[in-house]
């Protein structure tokens, strides 16, 4: 797990106003032969940024970043990198450079020389290359490695040589194709790490592709949500974990237990759902600003539900059921409680005492609970 | 017998099998009438059948004399005409296997970027010649090229030239016929190279700040070259011994080893002059063989060197 530096947290620019965007796309849109892509994405990424475009294959996110990185032309829209109309540029001739997913190394050269290549297009002396190519391969803790030639590394060496190839030109903006998909999963966690290090040491701004919402979650500072080609939601991965603004984000990041039901109150300061698949009175603290009585979804995160075997104080946001079936992860428990209704609600526990000892198991019947600021009401 | 081709099957004699057939092949058609010609090369000539003495001979009661003639070979040695016509057919060669590099690269390089389906009709279009007798080809071509011929007569009509140009009987023509004869053989490595080269790399060298022409320069060729090697000694070594293209379209102007070798041959059966002339054919292919697999070693060396 990458535990980001305070830093970070400090710095969100996307909050003040008179902030100014790095890479600005503005309604850009890919026509494949009639298959529409992209559909009007809008997004402004600021200097120093790690953005992450999450979401399942064939939403767009690749094509839109090949769009970035010139390979791609789009159909629509205008696209700027630190305030310059990039649109019509080609690949060759933008400040941005990409990983590859397959790394894409030239396989007739060898990792010096794989890492050069970008140089020598451009007019720079023999010695500063050589010491450029030294640093980017220290960056990446491949120095050693220079006389070899690509098919004798593993992939987790690829990476780290196709990351120097990319940071050797300094770019102002770094693209990264699902940039660990190709590693285990050991690897790739260690990898996530040392890639936010990295970025962090650089200062580059990054934009990462990835179908991996654990990856997008634990190595951004914001993520855009695609599907179908447009942009669901953006937002830092607090916000989008924890206020989707849509069913098909909150379905799309973590696991999420939903209830429908029919708004009966809707105040500035709280929402009230009635819903027979809950059982209960679902009582949300932020209101919604829906029509009463129109059809709504009340969702509250697994780890936000608390299981007890005894009834809770509360009437409002609390329902029981029988406990079908438990899976043991070790740290936590989820619980698969079903309601009366037939609907099965997911509530992991953190295992705080071992196994054996567990108060709940299974066809124990149980009382389910949250608090109302835990909830969220989504209306699509 | 079954249990016999069983442990056949089950040994490694299954696969020593396997390379006995083409190896006992290559010893029965192409060693053993090699070893002829070395023999006849070293012969003396004789009015008779066969046109030339004898390398062993009892002279008299147990005393062999292995005689060895190399009049023959220091013959094409004194008379140019024979290293003329070496070097002429190495010339042509050459400039035969170029045109054919320029010309089937693109094509090659086409056929790779085509969409699936239209690959495998362009790969087709590319061999449809064989399917008409290589003779029949040539002949055609003298149809195109003489002076009363299509191009003379096309090139006229539309007013680029006032008299017909005689290209039929030069050497030009006979490097038309080899480049027009062996472009299939150039194009097919080609292809089969070109083809297996990842187009994200071409990518990657474009986001590096490589303009196209940088990009094939430093990715796409050197990625081929083992296609365009292939290619270039698929073309390069039947175009020097090329007797066909010189024979009817470079008239008496082309001398071309090969034609050399059939007047030693028929119009003059001086056979030993003639199997010299083989032996030194031969000698003269097998060497950019050899250079090319010392290449090919050589770059092997590079990717797997430590």
Redesign the interface.
Known sequence: MVKKPKKRIDLQPWQDPKAKPYIHIEGVSKDFDGHVAVDSVTLSVFQGEFFSLLGPSGCGKTTLLRMLAGLEMPSQGKIYIDGVDVTRRPAYDRPVNMMFQSYALFPHMNVEKNVAFGLKQERISRSEINERVKDALRLVQMETYGKRAPHQLSGGQKQRVALARSLVKRPKLLLLDEPLAALDKRLREQTQFELVTIQEKVGVTFIMVTHDQEEAMTMSTRLGVMDHGRMRQIGTPNEIYEYPNSDYVADFIGSINKFEGRVAEDETDHILVESEEAGCELYVSHSADVPIGSQVKVAIRPEKVMISTSPPEQKRNSTRGIVKDIGYLGDVSIYHVELASGKIVLATQPNLVRLAERPVTWDDEVYLYWRAENSIVLMT | MRELWKKIQDSYAGSYLALIIPYAWILLFFMIPFLIVLKISFSDLKVGLPPYGPLLEWVEEGVLVIKLNFTNFAFIGTDSLYLFSYLESLVIAVLGTIGCLLIGYPMAYGIAKAKPPFRTLLLMLVILPFWTSFLLRVYAWIGILSTSGLLNTALMKVGIISSPLSILDTTYATIIGIVYCYLPFMILPLYASLEKI?Y??M?????????PI??FR??IW??SRPGVIAGSMLVLIPAVGEFVIPELLGGSQTLMIGKVLWNEFFTNRDWPVASALAVLMLILLVTPIAIFQRIQERQVR?????
């Open positions: 990842d994200t790399l990518e990657a060298a474009y986001d590096l700040g490589a303009r940088q990009a430093r990715v050197p990625l590079f990717l797997d060197a430590d």
